[in-house]
């Protein structure tokens, strides 16, 4: 069974710092790109953050850039996302996701999904 299971959310007050994590089972981890996604109400989901197979490759959203640092341990067969100086506009259903190839360049290229974790950033 293929399966990604976020965990982390939480509610947090602007400026502080979560850490989302993101298990796999073993077949669509080795060899697999990882994203993590944020979805707000009433938005399209966004891509903020990949990482290659290797974690020599990443990408970051803009809006996230310098704040957001995505990692992987291949060995535990898990993502992680830190999340810094978060803002009230962060506040979104994360979701990871994978697909078995680098670089990505749309959302819709993904095979595999979580089904996600709430964070809410306060003012």
């Known amino acids: 069974q293929v399966q990604l299971v976020e965990s982390g959310g939480g509610l947090v007050q602007a400026g502080g710092s979560l850490r989302l994590s993101c298990a796999a089972s073993?077949?669509?981890?080795?060899?697999?790109?990882m994203g993590w996604f944020h979805q707000a109400r009433g938005k399209e989901r966004e891509c903020l953050a990949a990482?290659?197979?290797?974690?020599?490759?990443?990408y970051y959203a803009d809006s996230v850039k310098g704040r957001f640092t995505i990692s992987r341990d291949n060995a535990k067969n898990t993502v992680y996302l830190q999340m810094n100086s978060l803002k009230p506009e962060d506040t979104a259903v994360y979701y990871c996701?994978?697909?078995?190839?680098?670089?990505?360049?749309?959302?819709?290229?993904?095979?595999?999904w979580g089904q996600g974790t709430q964070v809410t950033v306060s003012s």
């Open positions: 996701a994978a697909v078995g190839r680098w670089p990505v360049s749309a959302t819709t290229e993904y095979d595999y």
């Open positions: 990482i290659s197979w290797s974690g020599r490759n990443t």
């Open positions: 073993g077949r669509i981890f080795t060899g697999y790109t």
